[in-house]
């Protein structure tokens, strides 16, 4: 590796962007009637939340399975799950209750992030857990306030993905990767900069 390219993890690079693209659209979705979130929000909510599951016991290690649909809050919990060191497992709120159940007896999460009121041990509301702002941006608006801020991790897996469940035992497919890229030689981060090494929040 060039003396001039360092790794940093996803979630600082978007602390970078955050810092020099405040007001710059992150991602847009058409969820709820439509959800823009700008690099700063999407920085302060994933902060936020974060220190949300830090406070829910997730450690370094820990698999966070973030059970929402695509939605601006599937991208903040995500994101706050790689600040906490957390891999995540991406997981459709549609699935067969058995398919799910196996799924999770097989991944063992520490928090199951759902859209719904929690109906079980480790489940935790996403309106609980993610701020109110994240998704629900004025135009240059941020998600406002601090928060408290984790020491940087990196997660290793990044992620991981279930296949199978339907008619048998799950398997889990880890990611290959950690939450980190390469950065350097001399250039600021641009708004258009994306991680590429960086899962989406689809399921499959």
């Known amino acids: 590796m060039p003396d001039n390219v360092t790794a940093v993890t996803w979630p600082q690079r978007v602390d970078e962007l955050a810092a020099i693209h405040p007001a710059a659209i992150a991602l847009s979705t058409t969820a ?7 690099w700063e929000g999407l920085a302060e909510a994933s902060r ?3 220190a949300g599951l830090l406070g829910l ?10 059970e929402l649909s695509s939605r601006a809050a599937h991208v903040v919990c995500a994101h706050a799950a790689w600040r906490a060191g957390a891999t995540v497992l991406p997981l459709r709120p549609d699935l067969p209750a058995r398919e799910r159940e196996r ?3 097989a991944a063992r999460p520490a928090v199951v992030i759902v859209d719904r009121p929690p109906a079980a041990a480790g489940e935790v509301t996403v309106d ?5 702002a994240a998704g629900a941006e004025s135009p240059g608006g941020g998600a406002g306030g ?14 991981l993905i279930a296949s199978g469940g339907s008619t048998g035992e799950p398997k889990l497919i880890a990611s290959s990767q950690a939450a980190i890229l390469q950065s ?8 258009g900069d994306c991680c590429s090494e960086q899962a989406t929040t689809g399921t499959r």
């Open 146 to 159: 601090t928060g408290s801020e984790p020491p940087p991790l990196v997660a290793r897996p990044a992620w």
């Open 57 to 66: 016991g997730v450690r370094p290690g820990d698999v966070v399975c973030v």
């Open 103 to 105: 799924i999770l007896a």
């Open 48 to 50: 936020r939340t974060a």
């Open 128 to 132: 609980d857990l993610v701020p109110a």
């Open 184 to 191: 350097g030689g001399g250039r600021a981060p641009a708004a």
């Open 32 to 38: 709820r009637g439509g959800e823009t979130l700008r």
